[in-house]
Nanobody, 125 residues
Framework: QVELVESGGGLVQAGDSLRLSCAAS????????MAWFRQRPGKGREFVAA????????RYGDSVKGRAAISRDSTKNTVYLQLPSLKAEDAAVYYC??????????????????WGQGTQVTVSS
C-alpha cells in the first residue's frame, strides 16, 4: 500500500514559479513510476509528467512540455513538479499518482493504482 500526500499548491501570480511536492509512504516507492496529473475546472484529469524509478525516463504532457520539470528524491520518498512561468491555464488541482510498474506504460489513468488527494493551484493575472 502506498499513500501519497501532495503539497505546495496555492495562489500565485501569472509568471511566477511553483514547486509541488508529493510525499509517499511505503517501502516500494523507489520501484514505482511516479506521475503528476491535473484537473482544470470543467475538464477531465490530464497527464502532466511522469518519472521512472531511477529517473532516467521522464515524460511530459503537451501542455507543459519544455516548461515543467519532474524529479524525485528516493531518500525522502518524494517526487516534485517544478512549474515555471505559470499561466492562467495552469490553474488546476494537481494530483500525484503511482504506477506499481517500474517502466513507463502510458498516460491512461487506469495505469496508476495510487492517488493523492490533490493540491489546488490558482493563478491570478
Amino acid at each position: 500500500q502506498v499513500e501519497l500526500v501532495e503539497s505546495g499548491g496555492g495562489l500565485v501570480q501569472a509568471g511566477d514559479s511553483l514547486r509541488l511536492s508529493c510525499a509517499a509512504s511505503g517501502r516500494t516507492f523507489s520501484s514505482y513510476v511516479m506521475a503528476w496529473f491535473r484537473q482544470r475546472p470543467g475538464k477531465g484529469r490530464e497527464f502532466v509528467a511522469a518519472i521512472t524509478p531511477g529517473g532516467g525516463d521522464r515524460r511530459y504532457g503537451d501542455s507543459v512540455k519544455g516548461r515543467a520539470a519532474i524529479s524525485r528524491d528516493s531518500t525522502k520518498n518524494t517526487v516534485y513538479l517544478q512549474l515555471p512561468s505559470l499561466k492562467a491555464e495552469d490553474a488546476a488541482v494537481y494530483y500525484c499518482a503511482a504506477d506499481s510498474d517500474s517502466s513507463f506504460r502510458g498516460t491512461f489513468l487506469r495505469y496508476y493504482t495510487y492517488w493523492g488527494q490533490g493540491t489546488q493551484v490558482t493563478v491570478s493575472s
